[in-house]
């Protein structure tokens, strides 16, 4: 139940961003979320795509360094708490989150998140053990 | 077998009596006939009276690639042209060619150290090689080829290039040495296996490989591809061309030829001598040579000399493998930087592609700022930002290690350092001075 998420390599320079993701548009990838991690001197871009193993050969071939990875997209209530109920389980076993960022479109009433956890298996199973869903690629056509 | 056990075994007390006798006379001779050399004597204040010994030989003003352009084409040798037996041009990297003069003498004398080279590297009178350096003003070739002659050996003088002729020639006649660029090497192998030809089946078990700089790594491929022994071969033109050291199956830094080509080892930039076994640039005095000898020549190849013992029961120093060039080394806050040494840093870590800038900068009142940017390829690229500053942190503390200097890692987008014709640009320095 998880899904493919592409981070890619960028130097902190102006208009960076826009030409990987008009890299992206022009060779109709659409990103269905997005975040940005940054330092002094360089960042990493972290994108939920609708065809992530093409982007990501679309994006090596410019010439960009990007690797896949696996995150996990998680149902939260759209309402205050929501997030601070998940956040609380997960803390209470121990589960450790390294990142963790939005969709920009809704699938259905509640929000979706998705979390890179240091241990993804077990956070599965603790988040399904508590009855909170998971979305899978499928279910949102990131495949 | 050892060639010539006499010069090559000679105990280091009698080789200081006979190197002290033997640049006594170079001197002298060499004052007497070549102005340029008496001019730069004269004007440093050193006779060839104050020469008494070989400890003297510091005392003597260094001979640069400079003084060979400006004395271009003739102006350096000892002798009148009709004594000249053979004319060697070396195009250089950089500017005019130069030069090179040998009397009858000289390629005599060139045949015995390259028949040392030879069997230093383990061949044996009777042994066929395989003479793939180009034949023609470059020395690579012939001075094999005199070697080769003077040892005993068959020699086939395919020269350069034509590699397929080359494979056919080698499973033809069988030759157990091949002698070439190691770059040549590895690239015959791409061919072999094109052929069909079964690089481990080569009759060759003996490399002789030099003429350019090459890797440990680069040895382990040739070896394990080609199944045989990979020895590295030193030399240069202005010398004598190849023949000037030599490894043997030791591999344990080439044996110089000390009697015939004296080596200093010295402070590229205050030209005197670096501590015992350290690394600084190679400077060789010709000791004998008679139609352009040398008197401290600059050779801009770092490299450090092991005067341990060596097994294969020579008595002479070894040679590093060369480190790297004077003349890309950047001074940075009174520090010899070459960017080899940083090179060799980045090769160690593992999934870092050796492509890199060294960046100098000084901002008005500060010291000197130096930066190396390296490109992030998929072997470095983690998704967390943590990881990536702990190679950052790691590069930065090695080259500390190295360098003893403080550096600033950036890590920079793949292709974003600027290559002109397939090659890095190394060092930007940004220093107004």
């Keep these: ?143 | 077998m050892i060639w010539n056990e006499r010069m090559e075994c000679m105990p280091a007390g009698r080789m200081q009596d006979l190197q002290s006798e033997r640049l006594c006379r170079i001197v002298e001779y060499v004052y007497s006939n070549c102005r340029p050399y008496r001019e730069k004597m004269d004007a440093s204040g050193v006779g060839s009276r104050d020469i008494k010994g070989i400890n003297d030989i510091a005392k003597l003003p260094f001979t640069v690639k400079d003084d060979m352009r400006r004395g271009y084409p003739f102006g350096l040798f000892c002798v009148p042209q009709e004594k000249i037996s053979e004319l060697h041009v070396s195009s250089g990297t950089s500017g005019d060619p130069i030069v090179v003069g040998y009397t009858a003498a000289d390629i005599k004398l060139w045949g015995d150290v390259m028949a040392r080279a030879l069997c230093c590297a383990g061949a044996v009178p009777g042994d066929m090689v395989q003479v793939a350096y180009g034949y023609g003003l470059f020395t690579g070739g012939f001075g094999m080829h005199y070697g080769a002659r003077e040892a005993g050996l068959t020699v086939i003088p395919a020269s350069s290039g034509q590699t397929k002729r080359q494979l056919k020639l080698m499973q033809d006649f069988r030759p157990r040495i091949l002698a070439c660029t190691p770059s040549y090497a590895l690239y015959m192998l791409e061919e072999a296996r094109e052929l069909g030809v079964d690089p481990r089946e080569s009759s060759w078990q003996i490399g002789i490989f030099g003429a350019e700089p090459w890797s440990e790594a680069m040895r382990g491929e040739v070896e394990a591809n080609w199944n045989m022994l990979a020895t590295d071969i030193y030399g240069l033109s202005e010398i004598i061309g190849p023949g000037v050291a030599q490894e043997c199956p030791h591999k344990d830094g080439l044996h110089v030829c000390w009697d015939v080509f004296y080596p200093e080892i010295i402070d590229p930039v205050s030209g005197l001598p670096v501590p015992e076994g350290t690394a600084g640039e190679l400077v060789i005095t010709t000791l004998t040579k008679e139609g352009m000898p040398m008197l401290r020549y600059r050779t801009r190849d770092i490299v450090s000399l092991d005067r341990g013992a060596c097994p294969c029961g020579r008595t002479s120093p070894r040679l590093s493998k060369i480190k790297g060039r004077t003349d890309d080394m950047i001074i940075v806050r009174g520090i010899n930087v070459f960017p080899s040494q940083i090179e060799h840093v980045l090769l160690r870590i593992e999934g870092i592609q050796p492509h890199y800038q060294i960046i100098v900068d000084r901002k008005a009142g500060k010291l000197d700022d130096l930066e190396i940017d390296v490109e992030v390829e998929e072997g470095i690229f983690f998704d967390e930002i943590k990881k990536l500053r702990e190679i950052e942190e790691r590069i930065c503390r090695e080259i500390e290690s190295v360098l003893g200097i403080f550096v600033k890692i950036r890590l920079v987008e793949p292709k974003s350092i600027e290559r002109s014709e397939g090659k890095a640009r190394r060092v930007i320095d940004r220093r107004t001075v």
């Design chain 1, 1 to 143: 139940m998880k899904i493919t998420q592409i981070s890619v390599f960028l130097e902190n320079k102006q208009g960076r961003l826009h030409e990987v993701c008009a890299l992206l548009g022009s060779n109709n990838v659409n990103i269905r979320a997005l975040t940005v991690a940054d330092t002094e001197d360089f960042g990493i871009l972290r994108i939920v795509v609708d065809r992530p193993q093409e982007a990501v050969a679309i994006l090596r071939g410019a010439g960009l360094t990007a690797n896949l990875n696996e995150i996990v997209a998680v149902e939260v209530e759209d309402s205050p708490g929501g997030l601070a109920g998940i956040l609380k389980i997960l803390s209470a076993n121990g589960v450790n989150v390294e990142y963790m960022y939005g969709f920009v479109e809704k699938f259905s009433e509640k929000a979706l998140l998705v979390f890179k956890f240091e241990e993804p298996d077990k956070a599965i199973e603790i988040l399904a053990d508590n009855n909170i869903r998971i979305v899978g690629g499928q279910d949102i056509n990131c495949i």
